[in-house]
Every structure is written in C-alpha cells, then in structure tokens.
C-alpha cells in the first residue's frame, strides 16, 4: 500500500496535474453553484476537455469537477434554499435558516470544513480499505438494498418533533407517491400520466427540489416584500469557535465513516447518506441542541456535510474495484475511463496503478484545494444574501425556472415546476414538513425496483425479509427508529408523572 | 378552522385523485396474478394516506389556519401568473427577452420602482446568463420563434 501512495502523489505531485486539480476544483464548484447544473452535468461538460491529457491526468481533473460539483451544491444550499443536487439536500435543512439568520458565512465555513474532513476520512477509508470493502459490496443484494431504502425512508422520525410525527409520516408517503408518476421500469406501463407525454419520464429531482425549497421559499418572501437589515458579513463571522470545533468535531467523525460505508454500496450514495447522518446526529444530540435541527443548528449541517462528500469518496470503490459506478456521476467517469480504453475493476490496480492511485490520492489533495479555494470566497458569496428582497425573489424565481429548462428544454416543466410551487407554499403555509417529502420522492423509486428484483430472485415470495440476516437486521433497525419517538415520549411522561 | 384538519382535506384530496387514477394503470393478464405488480404499491400508498388523514382530521393541533392578507394573496397570484406567462412566451420571444420581462415584471411587483434597478438588474442577470452558458457552457437557448421568420 506505502508504494501505492507513493505512486499517487508521484502521479498527482506534478506542477501540471496540480494545477488540473485547482482547475477542476474551481470549474466544479461555479457549476454546481447553478441550480440545474450538479456534479453529472459539470463531469459531462468537462469531458470533452480530459481527452486533451492523459489518462491519468484526466481522470485527476474529473475527480476535482466531482468533488468541487458537490461543494457548490452546498453553496446554493445554503444560500438560496436551492440545492441542485440529492445529496445537498439535506444541506438545506440548517444551512438556508443559518443564513436567513445573518449566519451565511459561518454556514459556508462549516459546510467547507465538514466537506473537508468528510472527503479526507472518506479518501483515507478507501486506501485502507479498498478490497475488503468491495467485497463487502459485493454481498449486497436487492433484498439488502430494499431494506435500507426503508431505514433510510425512516430517518423520516429524525424531522419530526412533537406532535409531528404523523405529519412526516404522510409527507413521506405524497413523497413515494410522486416517485410513481411515469413509466413503471418493470412493466413498461404509465403510471399517473393522465395521457401527457411529459410525464412518461416522471417528475424530474430538480424541479420538485427546486419547486419546494427554493421557489416555496421565495413565495413566502413575496408575502412581505420589505427587507429585513442584512447582517454584516465580517471576516470573524466565518470563524469557528473552540467550543463550535469541538462539539463539531464528533459529529463530522461519525457522519464521515457513516458517509463512506453507504456511499460504498451501489446505488446508495451521497442522497441516503447524508439523510441518515442527519437523522442519527439528530437523535444523538442532547435535547437542547435537538430542538435546534431544522432551525439553524450547527450540527444539523456538519453532518449531511461530511457524509456526502465521505459518500462521494466511497462511491469511487465499487467503480475502482468492480467496474460498478456507484451513482450516476460515478457511471459517467466510467464512461470516461472506458473511453481511455481502460477497464476498471478487479485487475485495475495491476493494469493501470497510475490511473487507481493517482485518482486516490487526487481526492485527498482536491480536499485541500476546495478548502483553499473556497474560504476566501466565503465572504463574496455570503454578500448575495445582502440583495435586497425585491431583488432576490424575482432572481431566485428566474433561476430555478432556467435551472429547470436548462435540464429538459421543455417548457411544461416550467408550468409543472410553478404548479408545485404554489402546492408547496400551500403546504408550508399549513406546516406540513417538505423534506421528508423529498426524501420520500429520491428512495421511493429504488425501493420498488429493489423489492420487485428481490421478489423476482425469491420466487416471489416475502419470506427473503427475514432469511436473509442483514435484510432482516436493517429491518429490526428501521422498526426500532420508528419506534424511538413514540418510545422516547412516553419516557418522558412516565418521568413526569 | 384548524390547521391539521385543512391539511388533512388537502390530503385526501390528493388522494382521493391518486386513487381513481390507479384504475387507468394496465395490467398484464399475468401481472395480477404477481405478489407485486405495478399496481400494488400506489394501493398501499393511497390507502396509507387516507388512514393517516383521517387520523389527521380527528385529532387536528388545536391551532388555526395563519390568515394571509388578500393583497400578499394577490401579489403570489400575479408572480404565479407572470411565472406562467414567461413559460407561455418563452419560445415565442426567446429565452432572453422572455427573461428580462419577467425580471422586471417581477421587481415591480415587489415594489421596486428606481429606473436603475428595474432596467439594471434584468440587464446584469441576463448579461451573466448569456456569457455563462451561451459563451463557456455553449448552451442553446432558444432565441425567438417571432425573430426567425
């Protein structure tokens, strides 16, 4: 192993590869930042670019557009309610009310730190790990995979306060019910197309985001269009604290091995990471704090934070090892490695150990590049929340519809978008909790599928829910967090009394 | 009237909707005969949020609905309206007058009335989304069915 990453950093280490890195790094981020453009379209556009290097070297550029993606995702997160892609959705929770609070630069500084330390255990995980780790990959089947779309859909508990718990529950449900909107993948059939083509592809991720958060939130502006003052970003408002860095630093630890083990599995990704982060810091944390999430807290945003990008690390593994792209911009890279006429999998690391440990070790250096990168710009990008409101609620309008077209390039998307808009302001209005619909919406589709392929392999029979001992470890987990509110309430009322 | 109960009309609405829609799903002859097919989900979805709205509607929150103002619900209505009209013209005037329309019809409503900002923002937005995608990301807009002949 001690010469492989002497291989990557002799790879990596080159004035030329660096600066590809800083590039992509740089290149990433100003496209992630656009609502509509995420990590897929930023690797997408870049392609045509990596074919000018060398493989090794392209690939290094690739991994920085991955990785600096991902972080400007977190930026319109946190900013403008916005996030573009799955995994920075749950960003969004404490991120966009930090900011509204006059927190936007402390806000970007913790998502950059979180990031950080998330990529860098998640780079460190997958070099000590690599093997081991693939064949744990391996185990996992559809049944498994099944079972952990319904932990990850129970972390749904982790939203809900008292008295919400009912609420959550039905937003989760509306949720898988517009993930059944289209072409069921099995049969073929249209599902809750009322007859329109442009739903035979279902309802798209970015509109419904968008639609929810950003547009429902600039909706709610509009009701009352005179400005709050805008908090003054100074250089100290980005700094941490010692007693911020320590009640942070167990936090970001424990989301980034989480992060990484669930990024390792197909399929699985930064979007169910970085929700059962949240979910388990939630229930960790002392009653006080826990009042916090969804409102501002600091931890509520370090954690979806490190376990998406530790995810983004641990996706690389089964694409490294198997040949099997983790999600969907790890599918695209193989594509690219393809092109290069390289076969990634088991024989990799013998074929072409540049290529695997150059791309390793390019993560960790990325890391110190975005952190390098993006701190300065904390201030410039926290002073977009100093638009004032009559601005902002037109621009923020404006670029969610753009974002959207940008994707499809037809305008019933918009009118879609705009109709979701004003069912969202709706509900909000009512309090009826939007992220757990969307969490709802992302796993709902890969829950069917996976019960459908694990009902297939069994010969359509259930009995696999409790034969097989991780599916029916996950499913003893999933039952007991959604029995912890309930549990946890009565506690409570039992001490009182 | 209370919140949990308009929210929970609201919902089997929804449902109500979802419902009658499972019919239109075509089913294989074989299909109906599967533990799974693509019909059984929605059923056990519809019929779980019409169980959770009713517990919805029998046990409320004990808190009323937030009234909103009939001007703000005006307002909301006219930027939905605006936002429908710029996907309405979209096509027809092109991407960028389409957008610098709905900036400034949007500025106006919120309020802003300085020439500088109602000709200056639309201006600076659209400049910077045409030197993003049309210049780097070589991104195709569409420029105006009216302008092409």
């Avoid at chain 1, 790879?11 to 790094?25: M, S």
């Avoid at chain 1, 749950?90 to 950080?116: N, V």
């Avoid at chain 1, 970085?274 to 229930?283: A, D, I, V, W």
Wanted: charged share 10%; net charge neutral; with cysteine.
């Amino acid at each position: 192993m001690l010469d492989g990453i002497l291989t990557g950093l002799t790879a990596v280490l080159t004035p030329g590869n660096l600066l590809l890195v800083v590039g992509g790094c740089f290149a990433g981020t100003i496209i992630g930042m656009l609502p509509g453009l995420g990590p897929i379209t930023a690797i997408a556009l870049m392609i045509p670019l990596s074919y000018a290097f060398e493989p090794t070297s392209g690939m290094i550029m690739m991994a920085g557009v991955y990785y600096g993606a991902v972080f400007g995702g977190s930026t319109s997160s946190i900013l403008i309610n916005a996030p573009g892609v799955a995994g920075t959705v749950a960003t969004a929770f404490d991120g966009y009310p930090l900011a509204r609070q006059g927190e936007a630069a402390k806000a970007l500084a913790i998502a950059a730190y979180a990031s950080f330390a998330g990529g860098t255990v998640g780079a460190v995980l997958l070099l000590l790990a690599a093997s081991s780790l693939a064949a744990l990959a391996f185990t996992f089947q559809s049944a498994e995979y099944f079972a952990l779309m319904l932990l990850g859909l129970t972390s749904v508990a982790a939203f809900a306060g008292r008295g919400q718990v009912l609420t959550a529950i039905a937003s989760t449900v509306v949720g898988v019910m517009l993930s059944t909107v289209g072409t069921d993948r099995a049969s073929g059939v249209e599902r809750f197309t009322f007859g329109r083509l442009d739903l035979v592809d279902g309802i798209g991720f970015v509109l419904l985001a968008m639609a929810t958060f950003a547009l429902a939130e600039a909706l709610v502006l509009l009701l009352s269009p005179r400005d709050e003052a805008p908090a003054r970003v100074t250089r100290a408002a980005w700094r941490l604290s010692k007693a911020e860095l320590t009640e942070l630093a167990p936090v970001v630890g424990r989301s980034s091995v989480l992060g990484f083990l669930v990024g390792v599995l197909p399929g699985a990704g930064a979007t169910i990471a970085s929700f059962l982060s949240y979910g388990l810091e939630r229930n960790l944390a002392p009653a006080e704090e826990r009042k916090r999430f969804g409102h501002g807290s600091l931890r509520g945003l370090a954690a979806p934070e490190a376990a998406n990008n530790a995810a983004c690390s641990g996706s690389f593994l089964p694409l490294l090892t198997l040949g099997i792209p983790g999600s969907g911009t790890t599918a695209v890279l193989l594509g690219v490695l393809l092109a290069y006429g390289i076969q990634p999998g088991p024989r990799l690391l013998e074929t072409e150990p540049e290529v695997f440990w150059g791309l390793i070790v390019s993560m960790y250096v990325g890391n110190i590049v975005l952190l390098i990168l993006n701190l300065p710009l904390i201030p410039y990008l926290a002073k977009l929340l100093d638009l004032p409101r009559t601005a902002l609620v037109p621009l923020v309008l404006f670029l969610g519809m753009t974002g959207v077209y940008l994707i499809s390039f037809n305008v019933f998307d918009i009118y879609l978008m705009t109709f979701f808009a004003l069912a969202a302001f709706t509900l909000r209005w009512l309090q009826f909790p939007m992220a757990p619909m969307l969490l709802g919406f992302i796993l709902g589709g890969m829950l069917e599928e996976n019960l459908r392929r694990a009902l297939l392999v069994a010969g359509d029979s259930y009995a696999f829910l409790w034969e097989r001992p991780v599916t029916l470890a996950l499913l003893i987990i999933t039952a007991a967090i959604l029995a912890f509110p309930s549990v946890r309430e009565l506690i409570g009322r039992l001490r009182h009394s | 009237m209370d919140r949990n109960r308009v929210l929970a009309i609201l919902l089997i609405g929804f449902a109500a909707v979802y419902g009658f829609a499972i019919d239109d799903i075509v089913l294989d002859l074989w299909a109906e005969e599967e533990a799974l097919n693509s019909r059984t989900l929605p059923m056990i979805l519809c019929g779980g949020l019409i169980v959770l709205a009713l517990t919805l509607l029998v046990r409320g929150s004990g808190e009323r609905v937030q009234p909103i103002a009939w001007r703000s619900l005006a307002r909301l209505g006219a930027m939905l309206a605006f936002m429908v009209l710029f996907a309405l013209v979209l096509e027809l005037a092109g991407f960028w007058i389409a957008g610098a329309a709905f900036l400034a019809s949007g500025l106006l409503l919120m309020g802003e009335r300085r020439a500088s900002r109602l000709v200056g923002v639309p201006t600076i937005t659209i400049g910077i989304a045409w030197l993003l995608l049309r210049v780097v990301l070589d991104v195709y807009l569409p420029a105006g069915e009216l302008w092409m002949g």
